[in-house]
């Protein structure tokens, strides 16, 4: 979510398209139905050959793995014949991530969770069944989407754009990469994730990994139950915390071809930002976002595997995750 002075209608940039995969062009085709599902062979899979045979369109590939189902588009386009389970590089069953722990990157959300309170109104939870009258004990939410940590959609800045049922579960579990500049936020508290920030990190562990997730530890997750620290607002109404810079995330998309980025505050632009120029960058280009992300310093800068468990509602703009790192 963004905050309100990020509100203004701006002219929102030309889309960047998604990265071609391994040299492959991937035609768009006006016949080719929206989010058609694979038709599947005896075995289960859809074979290349069929594929190729339908177009895949920009929107389409957002549902498919980037991972997987980009390489899928890929071998189809450059007629192989290799079934979909080859072109994914799928292993035997067991041989996914392994993990020693799991670090949860989730705050708790709860009615005083601070949100940006001239956007969105506070959450609500109210039980509305109580076991001993009714024989079980429910409530009812009442939460806006971008409140708590949560996801944010091409489609939540992307008129037309995907919407959260829409996304491949295979660019939930991706490789995290961690970007450290809490040092600097202690001291600027509009200080936001750069370039050089990126390239700093690469010359130490080398380049970030495709189709990865990058995630901004600013350190400011902590003044969460802090009132007032957290959207740190100014006597005119400016809120001060950290984001990622819009040439940050231009790079990340398209010199690093990353599935999303994510910041431990309310917004990926940062709280005094005029202009949602990162959110306009990001979204629209097919990567999705999460804001308000915890705990990110007991994840490794590198290693881990982020398990982003996004909700599924139709339509949905956004919505709470629970986000892990598998260790």
Not at 91 to 99: E, L
Not at 160 to 177: D, K, M, N, W
Request: glycine letters at 12%.
């Amino acid at each position: 979510m963004c905050s309100p002075s990020l509100m203004r209608q701006v002219h929102i940039p030309a889309h960047v398209q998604p990265p071609h995969v391994h040299g492959a062009v991937v035609a768009e085709q006006s016949h080719a139905p929206a989010f058609e599902e694979p038709v599947a062979d005896e075995g289960g899979v859809e074979p290349a050959a069929q594929a190729a045979g339908r177009g895949v369109g920009r929107r389409a590939l957002f549902r498919m793995s980037a991972i997987g189902g980009a390489g899928i588009a890929a071998t189809a386009t450059l007629g192989g014949v290799a079934n979909a389970a080859a072109a994914t590089g799928r292993g035997a069953p067991g041989s996914g991530p392994r993990s020693s722990r799991v670090v949860d990157l989730t705050h708790e959300l709860g009615e005083d969770f601070p949100v940006v309170y001239k956007l969105m109104d506070q959450p609500e939870i109210e039980q509305v069944r109580f076991i001993d009258v009714d024989g079980f004990n429910a409530n009812l939410l009442t939460i806006n989407e971008h409140s708590g940590t949560h996801i944010d959609v091409p489609g939540h800045f992307g008129p037309g754009e995907p919407t959260v049922e829409q996304i491949s579960a295979e660019l939930l579990v991706v490789p995290l990469v961690v970007i450290r500049i809490a040092d600097r936020a202690a001291r600027d508290h509009d200080t936001r994730l750069t370039v050089a920030d990126i390239r700093r990190y690469e010359s130490r562990y080398g380049r970030l990994p495709a189709r990865s997730f990058v995630a901004v530890d600013s350190g400011w997750w902590r003044r969460v139950n802090t009132p007032g620290a957290f959207l740190n607002e100014d006597s005119g109404g400016v809120f001060h915390f950290p984001g990622i810079s819009p040439e940050a995330a231009a790079f990340l998309i398209e010199e690093r071809n990353v599935v999303g980025a994510g910041t431990d505050t309310s917004s990926l632009d940062g709280g005094a930002a005029a202009v949602p120029l990162t959110h306009q960058t990001l979204l629209p280009s097919g990567r999705y976002g999460i804001e308000n992300l915890a705990a990110l310093d007991s994840a490794p800068d590198h290693g881990a595997t982020l398990v982003v468990g996004a909700p599924k509602h139709r339509g949905g703009f956004g919505g709470q995750i629970r986000a892990l790192a598998l260790v």
